[in-house]
């Protein structure tokens, strides 16, 4: 796999609806093929494409697959040498397709979606451009896409946004419109777990699922606001892998985006409306280590299926290179009106997200001045009673060097008293009157009376 390869990959899947797994294929494909096919052109296609962007494509939507004819089909195939087709989350059926992108069910049936996924590009366009279906989980290769330095810049900016608790643990709860009706159930079984995990704290995160916002808000309000954070739908793909890849536990209805959990280590608690987990599944799964589902199997089979595709992909660019060599040079038209109004709609959805996030960080800025002011109030008081308290303590510090100085000319006095000759001559006269003030303060005894004197008989 070390020989480098020239090739055109077209990559067909739901790239382009709201879910956080649909918008991570396209990253890990091109990640994981460019690696082992230096050169090659990775070009993704999905219903609507970059006329839908989303929070997640991260600027770089794919092409729009459009209404499906046999020969749109082939006239897509013909710059390809091969087509992978992927299983993205939800299922490829019309109903949940509708809820995903938010429209009517006619609309997609008459785009026929499900047509560029089941009868491709046709069986002649296929002998020249083989047709591949993918069908390893690629979420399990989210660990190689993102590096551990990214992830920890991604953390703290989830910290400044508020949208991800700075300290303790946290479990990341995502759900659907499906889940609506247990939700109180729900509710009781998160806080009965809170209860015994006192530092730990919930993450609502909006990973795009239909109804993933009015389940996180019903959810919200039945948990005290103190252990509750939100990770919403315009956070961007890095943002969800940092939350995930560095929770206690991921709780989720996405079979997919618990797969990416566990391939960071991260137990996965599953939200199935017909089979709720209690509080001591929560505990079970705090308490479990945390190691990968299945080792590394799913990850060693997502690889040598990647090494199968870019074999045949190299096979095919190289059959048509040689073909092309001896035929002319065909020339197509290129389109560039129509890619300039793509990059146009790009950029005005890269646009909107970034407006999003000054709105946020001009809120947490307003914030902060207000803390900031009162801070100043507070300041402003303290310093006041400062001063009246050391305006008391100099009235206090006067008051007794007045004392003290007064005492001061009292012990002078008496000192120039004592010293004067008068003072020295009469210190005898003054011991003697003290000796009989001492005398005289003393009370006599007090003595029986005589007995009276006996009388003698006259003769």
Request: charged share 25%; glycine share 8%; aromatic share 6%.
């Amino acid at each position: 796999m070390t020989e480098s390869a020239s090739c055109s990959i077209g990559v067909w899947g739901t790239f382009d609806t709201d879910a956080f797994y649909d918008a991570l294929v396209p990253r890990v494909l091109r990640r994981e093929l460019k690696a082992r096919l230096p050169g090659a052109r990775i070009i993704t296609f999905a219903p609507y494409g970059s006329l839908r962007p989303t929070p997640h494509d991260g600027g770089e939507p794919s092409e729009p697959l459009g209404r499906w004819t046999p020969d749109r089909a082939a006239a897509m195939a013909s710059d390809l040498d091969c087509i992978l087709l992927t299983c993205t989350d939800p299922p490829l059926d019309q109903q949940s397709l509708a809820r995903a992108y938010g429209v009517d069910r006619a609309e997609l049936e008459a785009l026929q979606v499900q047509r560029w996924f089941v009868d491709g590009p046709g069986p002649a366009t296929e002998e020249r451009c083989p047709v591949m279906t993918f069908g390893s989980d690629l979420g399990v290769l989210a660990p190689k896409l993102f590096s551990p330095e990214l992830l920890a810049k991604r953390l703290e900016y989830l910290w400044l946004m508020g949208w991800y608790p700075p300290e303790g643990a946290a479990v990341v709860v995502e759900g659907d419109a499906t889940l609506l009706p247990v939700v109180p159930d729900l509710v009781g079984a998160l806080s009965g777990f809170l209860a015994s995990e006192p530092d730990l704290k919930v993450v609502l995160g909006e990973l795009g699922s239909p109804g993933d916002a009015d389940f996180a808000s019903e959810v919200a309000a039945g948990l005290p606001p103190e252990s509750v954070h939100r990770l919403p739908r315009c956070a961007g793909i890095e943002d969800i892998a940092a939350a995930i890849a560095n929770c206690a536990i991921f709780a989720g209805s996405s079979e997919r985006a618990g797969r990416v959990a566990q391939a960071y280590g991260r137990a996965w608690v599953t939200l199935d409306p017909a089979a709720l987990p209690a509080s001591e599944d929560f505990e079970r799964a705090r308490k479990a280590d945390a190691a990968p589902a299945g080792g590394s199997a799913p990850a060693a089979q997502a690889e040598a299926e990647l090494d199968l595709v870019a074999e045949i992909a190299r096979t095919a660019a190289f059959a048509r290179r040689q073909k092309e060599a001896r035929m002319p040079e065909t020339q197509h038209p290129a389109e560039t009106e129509d890619a300039l109004g793509q990059l146009q709609v790009a950029h005005e959805a890269r646009s909107r997200r970034l407006a999003t996030e000054r709105m946020v960080f001009a809120n947490h800025l307003h914030k902060a001045e207000a803390e900031i002011g009162r801070l100043k109030e507070e300041l402003a008081r303290l310093r006041e009673e400062l001063s009246r308290a050391d305006g008391r303590a100099a009235q206090a510090e006067a008051a007794t060097r007045a004392e003290t100085d007064a005492r001061l000319a009292v012990e002078e006095e008496l000192a120039g008293l004592r010293a004067t000759r008068t003072f020295r001559y009469t210190a005898e006269l003054r011991s003697v009157y003290g000796r009989l003030r001492k005398l005289g303060d003393t009370s006599p005894p007090t003595a029986d009376p005589p007995p009276p004197a006996e009388t003698k008989p006259s003769q």
